[in-house]
């Protein structure tokens, strides 16, 4: 444990009874255990969150080598949606230019 072996610890615990003194010393050592713990629970809860992002991106960039789904922006339509594909505007003034008045008197 931190490269301390028992004749350190031991004489650390009697420096820290000296010091603090034997009443105090079941509280300080009650709370460094419960900050221990709480820090070992933030770091657990960051690695496990990494590790889901990371396999979240690797999701992600296997279904977008294997053409599944686009990056966003990306303007291409997908081979199997060419009916859903957006309207140009050269589509869209087709029909329009169809049903726009003729200037022509009628004969």
Same mark, same amino acid.
């Given at each position: 444990m931190f490269g301390i072996g028992m004749?350190? &610890? &031991? &004489?650390?615990?009697? &420096?820290a009874l000296i010091v603090i003194g034997p009443k105090k010393l079941p509280d300080i050592a009650r709370a460094l255990g419960k900050g221990l713990a709480e820090f070992r629970r933030a770091t657990d809860d960051l690695k496990s969150s990494i590790q889901e992002e990371s396999r979240t991106t690797d999701t992600r960039d296997r279904l977008l080598r294997e053409g599944k789904i686009q990056a966003p922006g990306n303007s291409e339509p997908a081979a199997n949606s060419d009916a859903a594909a957006p309207k140009t505007a050269e589509t869209e003034s087709a029909p329009a230019a169809a049903e726009a008045p003729q200037d022509r008197p009628n004969v």
């Open positions: 004749p350190e &610890l &031991l &004489l650390i615990l009697a &420096l």
